[in-house]
């Protein structure tokens, strides 16, 4: 028996869950200076974005808070970045964000508002 309490005691010490590692993505629109994009992603198995903020000067539009917004549909790999922000009934798109990669950037479009921004998103260090 003690020997049995051992092997579980070292089962439970080597053999935890691994830890959730996040990063964060921030996308900045040259001719907007007061707006700014930033996404938390997670990184490992079936990684993607999890958070998503616009700040747009004062107004704040998040998915962290209830009744706000929604990430819809998104997609990042080596290649591509792209979000779908949605209301919170998911009736109207608040944010589509669709960018390739370009060096260690990411570059492409933000529509917002009725209208489209040339965006460049990257890595927070």
Request: proline content about 2%; charged content about 20%; hydrophobic content about 45%.
């Amino acid at each position: 028996m003690r020997l049995a309490s051992c092997i579980a005691a070292a089962l439970l010490f080597c053999g935890g869950a691994p830890a959730l590692a996040t990063s964060t993505i921030g996308c900045t629109v040259a001719d907007y200076p007061g707006m700014d994009l930033a996404m938390t992603v997670g990184h490992g198995v079936g990684a993607g974005i999890v958070q998503a903020t616009i700040s747009d000067g004062g107004e704040e539009i998040s998915t962290v808070n209830s009744g706000g917004a929604a990430v819809a549909q998104a997609w990042i790999d080596e290649d591509t970045l792209k979000l779908d922000l949605v209301d919170a009934n998911a009736a109207r798109y608040l944010v589509r964000l669709d960018t390739r990669r370009r060096g260690n950037a990411y570059v492409g479009t933000l529509l917002y508002r009725g209208r489209t921004w040339r965006v460049r998103c990257e890595e927070a260090s």
